[in-house]
């Protein structure tokens, strides 16, 4: 490129890195030439709305096109060009090989600097059955309005995979009156959290008949008057209407092809401006390998927030390079709605810091969302985890009936601020009645870290099978009556008059106190404790493991 020439920046995959990266670019630029290629022929639409158009909350199918190629080109001055494809990237000659879809024609187009942000495709496994017309994988605004038309003659709908994008479209279905089977291949709904963290998912999917199908896996779809999805335990589930929703791989052919490097599981891996193997061509979006914003270690976060902040950090880096900061690294801070309850996570689970053998130690607390005393007050159940030789928040998981994202957005902050359970202890949160409590869950989940560090309680995360332990349940007897706990032979003695019946248990016995929550039985092993029982507690209480509606106290007379 001549010094007086304008940059020719060519930005490959229209949607969020793309778009965000071509109009931060013309920000930066009024006079570098953009090119923007979309093989589809949307640009810049917002995919995490596709599944509530297709259940009819969203009205409008106009309201999820953020952009179109024509506002685009009169707002940013771009050369915007949907059904084409890039072919073949030519890095020596600094040129991509293009192939308009309608007309067929072809075309040599030069760069400077390249962006790929070619994004991920739905995993289509090779099953049997698996082209039949009746089966569909949800990607693009044209996958969206194929499902909404054929969701109008289906009566029965069986959607694969119970992960966010599984989740959404089972409760869509529900809300266009469809009999819905939910096939998941783990023994829990929403697999990337910790099993405890998913019951009140489960609970509310089956309140509204949704038929969970947990630990069994498609292995065949047979075609006849339904289709008929055949199941590794043996089942088959007939359905009108199949969407598969167990993942997505990167879409990065093209840049395999082109030579640059990929990570083990296929996606282009970037330093932290975002800039490939090749330092002229930069990659964002799904397609991607990063950094773990915890671990530093790679990692690939199909999510839509990173890929927007990723396509505006290319555009940074490419226009301002000594003013720009390096990417951080992704935390997957992920949401998902089923009906009324909602649940999520920043950082990392339980299952993958064990996985990974980090340490770890971990609480999980149960409370209200806002003050108990105020009408409609519901439940939310937190788990946090954090380094054990520092304090350093690790990650959080939330589940609830409201006030979920804002829990975790709190954490996901803490998370990037480096902080720890005590600052997490002390965090200074918005407080009124209708909105929080004066120790709010955060609080309360630092709090109880606390607790554990020093050595104040020690919880347990599910009740011992072993016979010689003591399973002390602290809640009110109409309470224990109404809501039984699911274990034979464990004693009843409240917390009230727990100090006058201390001869009621055997002070040679390891003892495990339980409550519905959790804070209740962490004060009766205080007591305990300071008599000389060996005493822990069932953290989060019985609405965290057994029974996710669970009271937190007897109903007023």
Partial sequence: ?????????????????????AARARRLSETASITLIERGPDVSFANCGLPYFIGGEIKSRDALAVQTPQTLKAMLALDVRT???????????????LRNLASGTTESLPYDRLVLAPGAVPLRPPLPGIDDPRLFTLRSLQDMDRIKAAAVAARRVTVIGAGFIGLEM????????????????????????????????????????????????????????????????GR????????????????????RAAGLYLGPRGHIRVNGFMQTSDPDIYAAGDAIETTDFVTHEPA?????????????????????????????????????????????????????????????????????????????AQPILLKLLWD????????????GLAGVDKRLDVIATAITGGLTIDDLAQLELAYAPPFGAAKD??????????????????????LPADPAVQILDVRPPALVQSHPLPRAGALNIPLGVLRTRLGELDRTRPVVTVCALGKTAYFAARILAQHGFQVSALTGGIRAHFDPRSPAKLPAP
């Fill in 170 to 233: 089972a409760e869509q279905f529900v809300h266009l009156g469809k009999q819905v089977t939910l096939v998941e291949l783990t023994a829990q709904v929403l697999p990337p959290l910790d099993p405890p963290m998913t019951l009140l998912l489960e609970d509310e999917l089956r309140k509204h008949h949704v038929d969970l199908v947990l630990g069994d896996s498609v292995t065949a779809f047979e075609a006849g008057p339904a289709l008929a999805c055949r199941l590794a335990s």
């Fill in 441 to 462: 869950i955060v609080n309360l989940a630092g709090f109880t870290a606390c607790n554990t560090r020093d050595g104040l309680v020690t919880p347990v995360d599910e």
């Fill in 300 to 376: 690939a976060v199909p999510l839509g927030g990173p890929a927007n902040r990723q396509g505006r950090l290319a555009a940074d880096h490419i226009f301002r390079p000594a003013t720009t900061q390096p990417y951080p690294g992704a935390l997957g801070t992920a949401i998902v709605r089923a009906f009324a309850a909602a649940a999520g996570l920043t950082g990392w689970s339980e299952q993958r810091l064990r996985a990974a053998g980090r340490p770890y130690r971990t609480v999980t607390v149960n409370d209200n969302h806002h003050a108990g005393y105020y009408p409609g």
């Fill in 1 to 21: 490129m001549h010094e007086s020439s304008p940059l020719r920046l060519v930005i490959i995959g229209g949607v969020a890195a793309g778009a965000s990266a």
């Fill in 236 to 255: 088959a589930v007939e359905a009108d209407l199949v969407v598969l929703s167990i993942g997505v791989r990167p879409d990065t052919a093209l840049a």
């Fill in 83 to 97: 059904s084409t494809e890039v072919t073949a990237i030519d890095r020596v000659a600094k040129h991509v090989r």
């Fill in 388 to 399: 054990p030789a520092t304090g350093r928040i690790l990650g959080a998981q939330v589940s």
